[in-house]
């Protein structure tokens, strides 16, 4: 016993180093995972509970890389042998975006896994192994809420064990909680903020034609048929961390305080524009998925802050012309934006 509390010391360790040195990154998601996990081996097969936490980050838009920490649970034979084996994760995530939700979507995954094994007999004696083996799995992430996600998910860890435990393939059934970048919450809620300019509006109003007569102008005006409506045209900006898509929530926008205005007094949000920047900084392929990456987290916020209306939505990531191209220091935060525009009809 005192054997499995130093390894399950060593594995919370691990976890707590872990979360340091992914601390200063951006664009990264912590999940904690808990599961019913099953030995398949030549005796009597037990199940567990496990647990675990891991780190995923994008490469890009469809490949994310992983790593985690778990303990499969301690289980006990008929002949009275205990044991149990803690394993790691290093694994490639291929995600499937049918229907170009970055939150909801379909993956597989493999990968390895550094494992360590232990048995206990009923004399107490204990042995140990370690090894490596082979990672399969699959699942399905999807949104809670603006910065939770759940996950379901079947991993398969097969030839776990040597001659000193016994082997076993472990068969892992899991739902995750997982938070998108929690090391950077504090760096995000204490970061200076932006001050927004005062939306602007543009006012295109079509005037009557002067062959009008008075009573047709009246008429137009009581039936509310020919009289045009009053555009409104309202603008702002949304800037990011260097390599980041997180949106800094906490924020004051008056903009969209102003679109919420215009709702309310039965304007139509006729079109929304969003488009998305980063700087200079790393490959076009790159870019373009960062830039379309925080159009989309921008177009989502909108669309929920006001209500579900976007009219007709139109993104553009525009990264890809940054490729290689040197800004001044002073600049490129600037530079890591997405700028939207809606365009209201009004009464």
Same mark, same amino acid.
């Given at each position: 016993?005192?054997?499995?509390?130093?390894?399950?010391?060593?594995?919370?360790?691990?976890?707590? &180093?872990?979360?340091?040195?992914?601390?200063?990154?951006?664009? &990264?998601?912590?999940?904690?995972?808990?599961?019913?996990?099953?030995?398949?081996?030549?005796?009597?097969?037990?199940?567990?509970?496990?647990?675990?936490?891991?780190?995923?980050?994008? &490469?890009?838009?469809?490949?994310?890389?992983?790593?985690?920490?778990?303990?499969?649970?301690?289980?006990?034979?008929?002949?009275?042998?205990?044991?149990?084996?803690?394993?790691?994760?290093?694994?490639?995530?291929?995600?499937?975006?049918?229907?170009?939700?970055?939150?909801?979507?379909?993956?597989?995954?493999?990968?390895?896994?550094?494992?360590?094994?232990?048995?206990?007999?009923?004399?107490?004696?204990?042995?140990?192994?370690?090894?490596?083996?082979?990672?399969?799995?699959?699942?399905?992430?999807?949104? &809670?809420?603006?910065?939770?996600? !759940?996950?379901?998910?079947?991993?398969?860890?097969?030839?776990?064990?040597?001659?000193?435990?016994?082997?076993?393939?472990?068969?892992?059934?899991?739902?995750?909680?997982?938070?998108?970048?929690? @090391?950077?919450?504090?760096?995000?809620?204490?970061?200076?903020?932006?001050?927004?300019?005062? @939306?602007?509006?543009?006012?295109?109003?079509?005037?009557?034609?002067?062959?009008?007569?008075?009573?047709?102008?009246?008429?137009?005006?009581?039936?509310?048929?020919?009289?045009?409506?009053?555009?409104?045209?309202?603008?702002?900006?949304?800037?990011?961390?260097?390599?980041?898509?997180?949106?800094?929530?906490?924020?004051?926008?008056?903009?969209?305080?102003?679109?919420?205005?215009?709702?309310?007094?039965?304007?139509?949000?006729?079109?929304?524009?969003?488009?998305?920047?980063?700087?200079?900084?790393?490959?076009?392929?790159?870019?373009?998925?960062?830039?379309?990456?925080?159009?989309?987290?921008?177009?989502?916020?909108?669309? !929920?802050?006001?209500?579900?209306?976007?009219?007709?939505?139109?993104?553009?990531?525009?990264?890809?012309?940054?490729?290689?191209?040197?800004? @001044?220091?002073?600049?490129? @935060?600037?530079?890591?934006?997405?700028?939207?525009?809606?365009?209201?009809?009004?009464?």
């Amino acid at each position: 016993m005192k054997y499995t509390l130093k390894l399950q010391s060593i594995i919370a360790l691990s976890w707590m &180093i872990s979360a340091c040195c992914f601390a200063s990154e951006s664009d &990264i998601e912590v999940g904690l995972k808990l599961a019913y996990q099953h030995y398949e081996n030549n005796l009597t097969s037990p199940s567990t509970f496990a647990y675990g936490l891991f780190f995923n980050t994008p &490469i890009n838009q469809d490949i994310s890389l992983e790593a985690g920490l778990y303990s499969l649970g301690e289980a006990q034979e008929l002949n009275g042998n205990k044991g149990g084996f803690f394993v790691g994760e290093l694994s490639a995530l291929y995600h499937f975006n049918f229907n170009n939700d970055d939150s909801d979507r379909f993956f597989v995954k493999a990968g390895l896994s550094p494992w360590a094994g232990y048995l206990t007999t009923p004399t107490e004696e204990t042995n140990y192994d370690f090894g490596f083996s082979p990672i399969l799995g699959a699942g399905y992430q999807f949104s &809670i809420s603006e910065d939770w996600s !759940g996950r379901l998910e079947y991993q398969y860890f097969p030839n776990l064990g040597k001659d000193n435990v016994g082997q076993a393939d472990s068969h892992l059934l899991s739902f995750s909680f997982i938070c998108c970048s929690v @090391p950077n919450k504090d760096h995000f809620s204490s970061a200076k903020p932006v001050i927004y300019p005062e @939306p602007q509006e543009v006012k295109r109003v079509r005037k009557l034609s002067r062959h009008t007569s008075k009573v047709d102008a009246v008429n137009a005006v009581k039936q509310k048929k020919t009289l045009p409506s009053v555009q409104r045209e309202i603008f702002g900006s949304w800037y990011f961390d260097n390599n980041s898509s997180q949106l800094h929530i906490t924020y004051p926008m008056a903009a969209l305080n102003k679109a919420r205005e215009y709702i309310q007094n039965d304007c139509k949000l006729d079109s929304t524009k969003v488009y998305g920047y980063t700087d200079g900084v790393g490959e076009a392929g790159y870019n373009a998925w960062l830039a379309n990456k925080r159009a989309g987290r921008v177009k989502d916020y909108i669309k !929920g802050a006001l209500g579900g209306q976007l009219g007709t939505a139109e993104v553009k990531a525009l990264g890809a012309q940054r490729e290689q191209t040197l800004l @001044p220091g002073n600049v490129a @935060p600037y530079e890591r934006r997405v700028d939207y525009v809606l365009l209201f009809s009004c009464k």
